[in-house]
């Protein structure tokens, strides 16, 4: 697997985990634990989706800063990989 996939899948994994953490808070909103973990799995999900951006570009469209030219289209499609 490539490190662009590596990233990927660190970013989906992270991203899992958080959401299954909220679920879990939404019945149990006082859990220490539960909120220590969402919260590391918050700021890991945030890491990896910084690291990736910056080596491959943004992530989704809603990571773009663009005003001038909208650069979201410039690199490959995953088709073209």
Known sequence: MTEKGKLLTEIQSQRFAMDDAALFLDTHPECPNALK???????????????????????????TDDTEYWSWVTGPWPWEV
Not at 41 to 48: E, G, L, S
Request: charged share 35%.
């Open 37 to 63: 973990y969402h919260e590391e799995r918050r700021a890991d999900f945030q890491k990896a989706v910084k690291t990736y951006q910056e080596k491959y570009g943004p992530l989704t469209a809603q990571n």
